[in-house]
């Protein structure tokens, strides 16, 4: 009973999906108009040299929306400028002071 059941996710993917899932993959408009955003939250120090040497805890958070930087960085300084005239954004989105440094 398994295997049909299996079989039929198989064959008709769209039908039990909704739609979500289909055997096709994206039209050409799809792949063109397509983007993404991905977020990263980091955290440091508003005064690393200060920070490194005594070990402190960090007293900065940092968020930035856009793109993905690949290891591609490696092949020039320019990467990040031809990223962004082809559609791909980096863009800071808060900065914000935590709390003084503390000793950890």
Known sequence: MIGVGRWLLLKFPSFFSFRWFQKTGPSE???????FKMWFVGYGFSDNS??????????????????VYTPGIVFGPDLQERLQENGVSF?????????????A
Do not use: F, H, W
């Not at 408009?29 to 983007?35: I, K, L, N, P």
């Open 29 to 35: 408009e799809e792949v063109r108009s397509a983007s």
């Open 50 to 67: 200060l920070a490194s040497e005594l070990n402190l805890t960090p007293d900065m958070q940092i968020i930035t929306r856009g793109g």
């Open 91 to 103: 863009d800071l989105v808060s900065k914000t002071v935590l709390r003084g440094p503390t000793a």
